[in-house]
């Protein structure tokens, strides 16, 4: 096959991305995997390159959930992907660490995406050249019938004529090649939607502060650890210092000056995933994130920039802001409707069904913005996270909010179905704008 044909097969398979060869694909991907986004993380490498080779080897077609699951996470052909999103999650995960590579990479010079609601790979030049305009007009393209060649040299009358109708064609083609890029271009009504609730926080932004809930968690000294091993024998990994649970027998104890606050040092796994997604949002926007525990926030930071929380029963800040908010936190496992006490949204024992709240709210001090996700529970407030930076959930809840609900404060409450401790599915139950 020659090299032409070869590209051509490439444009056919890869929609239309005539520019970018095979080759360069597979550069570009090298690089990607070697990169801090990706080289940390073995299962995102795993999943991004073999959705590109499955996609350069013309198998886009295939690239279906349930096939990839059986693939990579060798789970069995006919598994249920709604109570096992092994792969929606790794996918997006994917799309977040490649936003922040290309937020840093300046002249990478071919694209690699996995653009939303599909798992194909998509390959564009990043300077893709603006197509240009024929030099001439072909006569069959002509939009008035051909006519017999003149027996006579053409007046300077008919030679006008037919070079404005050249050029007003020209002007046709230039309108039509602008509307198919408006139309590439222009926001979905999703899109919008997402733009309005978050600019806030997004407009005129170049930092924003977030406040992680800090856990209050006690963990055991080494010299505690070289205590309780004088007389229990250690594994080959607790001899190259691996920390573990330590098994007490009954009526066994530990020395409490062995037992040390770990103040500002750990995150819960649902506060990770919504600040991951979170950071994806900024990444694409190229705004900075201040990244603090709340015990580090004060009433002064939150003065200086757009602040967003994340964590409810860790996080006292957003237990202050919503404490006079219609929707607020009450005990462990409840919300409360405090226009109407006798609502109440309770999480069950296991947390396997449970609740959040999510909350955009004008700061009174400054008219800055604090936006909180906060849940009974981590995978609550992983849920949040993940319904707040939707733009298809966003969208779906602001088409019930009142007119102008762009410049007002909004209040959401959120119902979650938690999966292996990982939330599968997340319904609006009540929402309130002021």
């Excluded at 349930?66 to 799309?95: H, K, M, Q």
């Excluded at 462990?332 to 006798?342: E, G, L, M, T, Y």
Aim: proline share 7%.
């Amino acid at each position: 096959m020659s090299q032409t044909a070869k590209r051509k097969e490439f444009s056919e398979t890869h929609d239309g991305s005539s520019s970018v060869t095979p080759a360069e694909v597979r550069k570009t991907l090298s690089t990607i995997l070697q990169s801090p986004p990706f080289r940390a993380s073995l299962q995102t490498q795993k999943v991004l390159k073999f959705l590109v080779l499955e996609t350069l080897a013309g198998r886009g077609d295939t690239l279906k959930e349930r096939n990839i699951g059986a693939s990579l996470f060798e789970r069995p052909p006919d598994y249920d992907t709604n109570s096992d999103p092994i792969v929606r999650l790794r996918v997006a995960e994917v799309r977040k660490r490649l936003a922040l590579y290309y937020q840093g990479a300046r002249n990478e010079t071919v694209l690699i995406n996995i653009p939303s609601g599909s798992f194909r790979a998509v390959f564009e030049s990043s300077c893709q050249p603006v197509p240009a305009l024929p030099a001439e007009i072909p006569r069959e393209a002509s939009p008035t019938p051909a006519l017999a060649e003149p027996l006579i040299a053409p007046t300077r009358s008919s030679s006008a004529t037919s070079a404005r109708r050249q050029w007003w064609l020209l002007a046709a083609v230039a309108a039509a090649v602008l509307a198919i890029a408006l139309l590439r271009y222009m926001p979905s009504p999703e899109e919008r939607a997402f733009e309005k609730f978050w600019s806030p926080i997004l407009t005129n932004s170049n930092t924003v502060l977030i406040g992680v809930g800090s856990n209050p968690l006690y963990e055991l000294s080494n010299a505690g650890e070289d205590e309780y091993y004088k007389n229990h024998p250690k594994t080959r990994f607790e001899e190259m210092g691996l920390h573990s649970y330590v098994p007490l027998a009954p009526g066994e104890e530990i020395d409490r000056k062995y037992l040390n606050p770990a103040v500002n040092t750990y995150l819960t796994i649902g506060d990770v995933g919504a600040l991951s997604d979170i950071e994806y949002v900024l990444a694409q926007r190229h705004i900075k994130l201040d990244l603090r525990f709340v015990n580090d926030v004060t009433y002064g930071d939150l003065r200086q920039n757009p602040t967003i929380l994340i964590g409810a029963h860790n996080n006292i800040w957003t237990l202050t802001t919503t404490e006079n908010l219609r929707y607020g936190f009450q005990g462990h496992s409840s919300i409360v409707d405090r226009f109407a006490p006798q609502k109440q949204w309770t999480a069950n024992a296991d947390r396997s069904e449970t609740y959040a709240i999510v909350a955009r709210v004008l700061n009174p001090w400054n008219g800055k913005v604090v936006m909180l996700m906060g849940g009974v529970g981590y995978a609550g407030t992983r849920g949040a996270g993940d319904f707040i930076t939707n733009p298809q959930s966003v969208a779906k809840v602001a088409a019930t909010l009142p007119k102008g609900w762009e410049s007002k404060n909004i209040e959401i409450v959120l119902h979650t179905t938690v999966k292996n401790q990982v939330p599968i599915a997340t319904d609006v139950v009540a929402s309130y704008a002021w």
